[in-house]
Structures are given as structure tokens and as C-alpha cells.
């Protein structure tokens, strides 16, 4: 059993910025990789961004050179800094790990999402 929650979301104009934080907890042996999805309504979910355990980043262009994701491995949480925020970014944005549950065991989960609402 593994739950993830995130924080963060909120209005901001753009051009503005906001931090996503997302902390999993429950009974688990490591998290492999850590990441973020968003989706706009009509849309589908789209990848934001992931990083592995040894902190390589993945990055869709949407994101790319605006978005940084990071993640502290003690607290098993994982953090998304969106600067320059454009109105294209309004979505919710969902927390995803891919957890090593034990030996031989891995499963993956996602947050409830929090809303992203950017403004002219």
C-alpha cells in the first residue's frame, strides 16, 4: 500500500511560478522513478516530466527549459519548479512512481492531482 499526495497547485498569472511537491508514503523498499502528468480537460494525460532514483531527468518539450523536477530520496518526495507559466499549462497535474514494493514486486501509483490554473 502506497499513497501519494501533492501540494502546491494553485492560481498564478502568467509569467509567474509555482512549486509542486508530491510525498509518497506506506511500506515500500525504494521508488525507481518519480514523476509528473498533467491533464487539460478534453485532453489526455501527457508526461510533465519523470527522474530516476540516480536523478536523471526526462523533460517534455512543453516544459523544457521552464520546468525543473527534483527529488529528495530521504523524505521520498519529488518537486516541480514551473517558471514563465504560460496558459497552456492550466491542467491538473498528477504525481506518478513506479515503486519497488519488495524483491521481484514493482507496481505503479499516482496522486489524486492538484489543479494548475494559469491566467492572462
Known amino acids: 500500500q502506497v499513497q501519494l499526495v501533492e501540494s502546491g497547485g494553485g492560481l498564478v498569472q502568467a509569467g509567474g511560478s509555482l512549486r509542486l511537491s508530491c510525498a509518497a508514503s506506506g511500506s515500500f523498499f525504494a521508488i525507481n522513478t518519480m514523476g509528473w502528468y498533467r491533464q487539460a480537460p478534453g485532453k489526455q494525460r501527457e508526461l510533465v516530466a519523470h527522474?530516476?532514483?540516480?536523478?536523471?531527468?526526462k523533460y517534455a518539450d512543453s516544459g523544457m527549459g521552464r520546468f525543473t523536477i527534483s527529488r529528495d530520496n530521504a523524505k521520498n518526495s519529488v518537486y516541480l519548479q514551473m517558471n514563465s507559466l504560460k496558459a497552456e499549462d492550466t491542467a491538473v497535474y498528477y504525481c506518478n512512481a513506479d515503486v519497488n514494493i519488495y524483491l521481484h514486486r514493482t507496481d505503479n501509483f499516482w496522486g489524486q492531482g492538484t489543479q494548475v490554473t494559469v491566467s492572462l
Open positions: 527522474i530516476t532514483i540516480g536523478g536523471s531527468t
